[in-house]
C-alpha cells in the first residue's frame, strides 16, 4: 500500500542554522502535498503546501521542494528559532481521494 | 476568526463504553475529516464528512461512525471501546470538493481504562 515515511526520526539544529527535513513517498499518483507542525499536546498547525505541477514553493522562513522523480520532498526553514521545535509530518493527496496520508514524522529540536 | 474547535480535550472512558466527540469547523469552512493519532505515529484517516455525507471512509471498523449537521459541525462516535483506541483524535476542517489546505483542531485526547 500507500507509505508516506521520513528519512529521520530526530533533527537536532543549532539557533540560527537553516534546517532541512526530509520525506519519502511511494504513491506516484500522489499530487498534493502538505507540510504540518504538531506541538506537545496540540493539533497538528499547517505551514505550507505544493502540488505536483510545482517543484518549489516559499512561505515565510519555509521552502517546500518536491522532487517527482525520486519521490521526495523536503522542507527547509531559515534560521531555526526555538519556537520551531515541534514534530513536522508530510502528508500526501491523491485525486479522487480525500484523505491525506501522514508518515510517522520527525522531531526537531533547536539548541540555543 | 475562530479555528477548528474540539470537544472535549480530554476523556476517560471504560472498555466497553461508548463515546461522541464533537468538531465545529473553521468559519466558512464545509468538509470536516476525523483522523486517530496514536502515540509516536502520524495521524490516520477515519473518514470525512461533505454535504452531511460520509464521503470516504478510512480502515476503521463499523464501530467508528459519524455524522455532519447543516452547519457543517461534526461527531465522531466510537462503539464498543477498546483500549486500543486511546489516543488523540483530531477533526481537520477543509473547504469544497478536492484536496485544499486542512486546519486541525487541537485534539480530544482519548484514554480507555
Known amino acids: 500500500g500507500e507509505s508516506v515515511g521520513l528519512h529521520l526520526p530526530t533533527l537536532s539544529v543549532q539557533e540560527g542554522d537553516n534546517s532541512i527535513i526530509n520525506c519519502a513517498y511511494s504513491n506516484s499518483a500522489s499530487d498534493y502535498f502538505i507540510w504540518y507542525k504538531q506541538e506537545s499536546g496540540k493539533g497538528p498547525q499547517f505551514i505550507i503546501d505544493i502540488r505536483s505541477n510545482m517543484d518549489k514553493r516559499q512561505g515565510q522562513r519555509v521552502t517546500v521542494l518536491l522532487n517527482k522523480t525520486v519521490k521526495h520532498l523536503s522542507l527547509q526553514i531559515a534560521a531555526t528559532q526555538p519556537g520551531d521545535s515541534a514534530v513536522y509530518f508530510c502528508?500526501?493527496?491523491?485525486?479522487?481521494?480525500?484523505?491525506?496520508?501522514f508518515g510517522a514524522g520527525t522531531t526537531v529540536t533547536v539548541r540555543a | 476568526d475562530a479555528g477548528v474547535t474540539q470537544s472535549p480535550t480530554h476523556l476517560i472512558k471504560t472498555r466497553g463504553q461508548q463515546v461522541t466527540l464533537r468538531c465545529s469547523p473553521k468559519s466558512g469552512h464545509d468538509t470536516v475529516s476525523w483522523y486517530q493519532q496514536a502515540l509516536g505515529q502520524g495521524p490516520q484517516f477515519i473518514f470525512q464528512y461533505y454535504e452531511e455525507e460520509e464521503r470516504q471512509r478510512g480502515n476503521f471498523p463499523d464501530r467508528f461512525s459519524g455524522h455532519q449537521f447543516p452547519n457543517y459541525s461534526s461527531e465522531l462516535n466510537v462503539n464498543a471501546l477498546l483500549l486500543g483506541d486511546s489516543a488523540l483524535y483530531l477533526c481537520?476542517?477543509?473547504?469544497?470538493?478536492?484536496?485544499?489546505?486542512?486546519?486541525f483542531g487541537q485534539g480530544t485526547r482519548l484514554t480507555v481504562v
Open positions: 481537520a476542517s477543509s473547504l469544497g470538493w478536492g484536496l485544499t489546505e486542512a486546519f
Open positions: 502528508a500526501e493527496g491523491s485525486p479522487n481521494d480525500y484523505k491525506l496520508s
